[in-house]
């Protein structure tokens, strides 16, 4: 099968301190002292994946496990501390809903505005508008301001875009919890017709159930590190064991 992402031994280290706390002047002082301390940590610990055509990757842990971070260094945001990232295909990413929209422009610049910032012309965007706004069923809001919307309109345009760009890997970070049930059940729908199309999907979301309904393989990280990745199915009944009793399986 064609690879379209792959991740090996991926690190991503933040070092924090107390300068952030104190003064120029104090943080001389504790240097010259030698009391001023530097802590490391790693958001992503070692972590190995791959993607191939047609797949559709869950990712699944708590809270501060490391999943967003990873998404960041998969879509080239962020730079890897180590390892090293290749990705064969156009990216569409929808990490942060509100990012790349303007509260002041309308709904219908606002989808202009997210298409140039993909890469596609005005005159693709004319061509696919109509499609974009029939699927978020938001036309009796396309001349409101982007700030008057709600959380669920904007992650509704912001997910018909995305999907409707056709991109070749599509990135999604919790956004199709987002909405009432028809519109979740239209976007996963959505998703399939993707992955039918040869495209890969990256899903992150604490729906245990939605992973097992669209993913072929899941990733499994806790606190930075890789607990397991493989099949959809006994990983997730390995995870849904784990937030019973805390406690992590071994792997071999």
């Not at 559709?56 to 090293?84: D, F, H, R």
């Not at 303007?102 to 004319?126: H, I, Q, S």
């Given at each position: 099968m064609e690879s379209i992402i792959e991740v090996k031994n991926v690190s991503v280290?933040?070092?924090?301190?107390?300068?952030?706390?104190?003064?120029?002047k104090e943080f001389v002082m504790k240097k010259l002292t030698r009391k001023y301390h530097v802590e490391e940590f790693y958001a992503v610990n070692d972590v190995s994946f791959t993607v191939e055509k047609g797949d559709m990757l869950g990712i699944i842990g708590t809270n501060g496990a490391g999943k967003?971070?990873?998404?960041?260094?998969v879509t080239q945001i962020m730079k890897p501390s180590?390892?090293?990232?290749?990705?064969?295909?156009?990216?569409?990413?929808?990490l942060e809903l509100a990012s790349g929209f303007d509260g002041e422009l309308n709904l219908k610049e606002n989808a202009y505005l997210r298409g140039a910032m993909l890469g596609y012309t005005r005159e693709f965007m004319d061509?696919?508008?109509?499609?974009?706004?029939?699927?978020?069923?938001?036309?009796?809001?396309e001349q409101r301001p982007f700030k008057q919307l709600s959380s669920g309109m904007k992650s509704r345009i912001a997910f018909a875009i995305a999907s409707m760009l056709e991109p070749e890997i599509l990135i999604l970070d919790e956004?199709?919890?987002?909405?009432?049930?028809?519109f979740r059940k239209k976007s996963e729908e959505k998703m399939r017709e993707i992955i039918k199309n040869?495209?890969?999907?990256?899903?992150?979301?604490?729906s245990l159930d939605q992973v097992r309904r669209m993913c072929n393989k899941v990733l499994w990280l806790d606190h930075g590190k890789q607990v397991a990745f493989g099949e959809t199915a006994p990983l997730c009944d390995a995870y849904a064991e784990?937030?019973?009793?805390?406690?992590?399986?071994?792997?071999?």
């Amino acid at each position: 099968m064609e690879s379209i992402i792959e991740v090996k031994n991926v690190s991503v280290k933040y070092i924090t301190g107390d300068l952030r706390n104190i003064g120029f002047k104090e943080f001389v002082m504790k240097k010259l002292t030698r009391k001023y301390h530097v802590e490391e940590f790693y958001a992503v610990n070692d972590v190995s994946f791959t993607v191939e055509k047609g797949d559709m990757l869950g990712i699944i842990g708590t809270n501060g496990a490391g999943k967003s971070t990873l998404l960041k260094v998969v879509t080239q945001i962020m730079k890897p501390s180590k390892g090293s990232v290749k990705v064969n295909g156009k990216i569409a990413a929808l990490l942060e809903l509100a990012s790349g929209f303007d509260g002041e422009l309308n709904l219908k610049e606002n989808a202009y505005l997210r298409g140039a910032m993909l890469g596609y012309t005005r005159e693709f965007m004319d061509k696919k508008y109509p499609e974009i706004l029939e699927f978020s069923e938001l036309k009796e809001f396309e001349q409101r301001p982007f700030k008057q919307l709600s959380s669920g309109m904007k992650s509704r345009i912001a997910f018909a875009i995305a999907s409707m760009l056709e991109p070749e890997i599509l990135i999604l970070d919790e956004v199709l919890s987002v909405g009432d049930g028809a519109f979740r059940k239209k976007s996963e729908e959505k998703m399939r017709e993707i992955i039918k199309n040869g495209k890969a999907t990256i899903l992150v979301s604490h729906s245990l159930d939605q992973v097992r309904r669209m993913c072929n393989k899941v990733l499994w990280l806790d606190h930075g590190k890789q607990v397991a990745f493989g099949e959809t199915a006994p990983l997730c009944d390995a995870y849904a064991e784990f937030l019973q009793t805390k406690k992590l399986p071994e792997f071999h």
